[in-house]
Every structure is written in C-alpha cells, then in structure tokens.
C-alpha cells in the first residue's frame, strides 16, 4: 500500500503562483508513476500533469508553460509548481500514483483545494 497526503492549496490572485506537495509513504518502490488531478465543481477529474520513472514529464495542454511537475526521491514527495495561476485553475488537486503495467492509478491523496480570485 501507498499513502498520499497533499499540501500546498489555498487562496490565491490571478498571476500568483503555488506550489503543491504530495509526500508518499509505504511501499514507495511499487510505483513508477505519478500524478496530479483536478476537478472543478460540476466537471469531471482531468490529467493536469504526471511524471513517469521521475524524468518523463506530460501536461495537459490548459497548463503547459505554466505548471511544472517534479519528484524529489530522497524525501519521497512530488511537486507541483503552478505558475501564472488563472481562476479556471480553480479546483481540488489530487496526488495520484500508479504500478508498473496497471492502467488505472491505484492510489490517491484526500486533495487540496486551490482556489485562484480574479
């Protein structure tokens, strides 16, 4: 089992930045992929970015240029650099992280809540 545990959200202006952590324990070594969701009220969760084997990087396209992803494997924690924040940014963010050839994340943070003030 792996645990998630997000921080990092809060109240912020547009153009602002945060940046959000997901520190992971348990069985670290299971995963090879992890990633940040978001779902804003009404709409479903969508990819924002995820980092596979911590080099390879992908972005939804809503966020590329503004959102940096990393993994920090000596403190087991991933990050999420948001830059250039935009009210529609506005949702809970979730960690996720999955196994070698599982298709569907295994395992998930309670979320954060980012919520950006035009």
């Known amino acids: 089992q792996v645990q998630l545990v997000e921080s990092g959200g809060g109240l912020v202006q547009a153009g602002g930045s945060l940046r959000l952590s997901c520190a992971a324990s348990g069985s670290i070594f299971s995963i090879n992929a992890m990633g940040w969701y978001r779902q804003a009220p009404g709409k479903q969760r969508e990819l924002v970015a995820r980092i596979i084997n911590g080099v390879t990087t992908n972005y939804a396209d809503s966020v590329k240029g503004r959102f940096i992803i990393s993994r920090d494997n000596a403190k087991n924690t991933m990050y999420l650099q948001m830059n250039s924040l935009k009210p529609e940014d506005t949702a809970v963010y979730y960690c996720?992280?999955?196994?070698?050839?599982?298709?569907?994340?295994?395992?998930w943070g309670q979320g954060t809540q980012v919520t950006v003030s035009s």
């Open positions: 996720a992280a999955k196994r070698p050839g599982i298709s569907e994340w295994d395992y």
